[in-house]
């Protein structure tokens, strides 16, 4: 309980850092070119995308349907109605 008190802490601090900053240096900030910022959004959004890949990779292997595991990109997966009651005869 005392630990989620001082994580929500955190982010108040954080927001009124954030709120400070952007109040002395916002005049500042004016004279970034845009195309910079646009880059910046870019290269971060790339790092992010990057740095998610290994979960999507863990979760198409242990994805019992996925339809890319079964070399079909898009496709609908390949389980039908007959294969389920085949699976009820085989028990």
């Known amino acids: 309980m005392f ?3 001082l994580l929500r802490l955190g982010g108040v601090f954080a927001g009124l850092w954030l ?3 952007v109040l002395l240096f916002g005049s500042v900030a004016e004279l ?3 195309s910079v910022i646009a ?3 870019f290269v971060i959004g790339a790092e992010l995308i990057v740095g998610r890949l290994p979960d999507a990779r863990l979760v ?3 994805s019992s ?3 890319l595991k079964n070399g079909s990109c898009g496709e609908v997966a390949r389980y039908t109605v007959e294969d389920e009651k ?3 005869d085989e028990k």
């Open 3 to 5: 630990v989620m008190g």
């Open 19 to 21: 709120g400070l900053i």
């Open 32 to 34: 970034v070119p845009l």
């Open 39 to 41: 880059g910046m959004l």
């Open 60 to 62: 198409l292997a242990s």
């Open 65 to 67: 349907n996925s339809s």
């Open 86 to 88: 085949d699976d009820k």
